[in-house]
């Protein structure tokens, strides 16, 4: 293992001590994105899920497919994803160190690709464990997403894409915007089949935490469908 390699395997196993993706509105947001990917696989039977983190996506994936895979770079993480998940194939790996033995119909990145260091990499890497019509299903948070927009106009962030501190705790190393996410699927060499959004999201989690009720985050949650360039979240589903 190289000294890069040991420094990343590290660094997620910080992140992963404290990890809130399974916590409060996080949560809603990570199982609304694998519900918007199910549309996309119907009748497919192998899936790879890239970074499962808790395995908050991971029974849904488990119910819709017959063989399922999770490539997770935390040890911690991949000891309970074993003990949860028996009938999953765990690979406890860095995602640039892995090679699956069969390529996938579905490859799944929940939330992934803000959090690795080259993601037109990674993606290409994906690109080559995909079947012929294979998918690649992305979700990550957006730049300009109406609550990055204030918090600039309030003077609380800079610009829209700067880290803040909840993007710092997470470990991601940048935020997109629509134009940099599909970017680097084309650089990639993918096609981008749809390109959406989700989660109309006006102000911070703590205070949607405070006072929404699940209706409205409900309702919100559909709404950014409708506005995908300055959702909360954008997602892609892509294909070789």
Known sequence: MTLASESERARLEHIAADSWYAKGVNAATVLYSIRLFSRYWSGRRRCLEMGPAEGLATPMLAKAFASLTLLEGAEKFCRDLRVRFPTATVVNSLFECYQPDEPFEVVVLGHVLEHVEDPPAILARVRNW???????????????????????????????????????????????????????????????????????????????????????????MTLGERYPDVAGEIYVIASR
């Not at 915007?177 to 989700?198: C, H, M, Q, S, W």
């Open 130 to 220: 995909l079947v012929p019509g294979g998918i690649v299903c992305a979700a990550v948070p957006n730049a300009r997403s109406l609550h990055r927009q204030a918090a600039v106009i309030m003077g609380l962030l800079p610009k829209e894409d700067t880290l803040n501190p909840m993007d710092l705790h997470h470990g991601h190393r940048r935020v997109y915007n629509p134009e940099t996410f599909r970017a680097d699927f084309l650089a990639a060499g993918l096609k981008i089949d749809v390109f959406g959004g989700y989660w109309l999201k006006p102000v911070s989690n703590a205070q949607i935490e405070t006072s929404w009720t699940p209706e409205m985050l409900a309702a919100f």
